[in-house]
């Protein structure tokens, strides 16, 4: 599965809950692409681009995209 994540300003004085975040859903099969608002408002070409070239990760048996479990990210109190 690929999931992709906006990170406004709050997310430069959260790296530490982030990367928490980060390996739990790491943990679940999740490949996470992150991204800055600024990245997606000012280079959104690249961003674009990005997200294709891991577009393949979930469809590379063939069968095109299939619908996938939704992971629900843990909730900040959840992680240590």
Same mark, same amino acid.
Do not use: C, W
């Given at each position: 599965? &690929?999931? %992709?994540?906006? $990170?406004? *300003?709050?997310? #430069?004085?959260? =790296?530490?809950?982030? =990367? *928490? /975040?980060?390996? %739990?859903? #790491?943990?679940?099969?999740?490949?996470?692409?992150?991204?800055?608002?600024?990245? &997606?408002?000012? $280079?959104? /070409?690249?961003?674009?681009?990005? %997200? =294709?070239?891991?577009?393949?990760?979930?469809?590379?048996?063939?069968? +095109?995209? =299939?619908?996938? #479990? %939704?992971?629900?990210?843990?909730? /900040?109190?959840?992680? +240590?």
């Amino acid at each position: 599965m &690929l999931g %992709i994540e906006l $990170d406004g *300003a709050i997310h #430069n004085k959260r =790296k530490d809950y982030d =990367k *928490a /975040r980060d390996q %739990i859903i #790491n943990s679940h099969g999740v490949k996470l692409l992150r991204f800055s608002n600024d990245q &997606l408002l000012n $280079d959104t /070409r690249s961003v674009l681009l990005k %997200i =294709k070239e891991n577009l393949p990760l979930l469809h590379s048996n063939g069968e +095109g995209l =299939k619908r996938q #479990n %939704i992971i629900q990210a843990p909730k /900040r109190d959840e992680v +240590g």
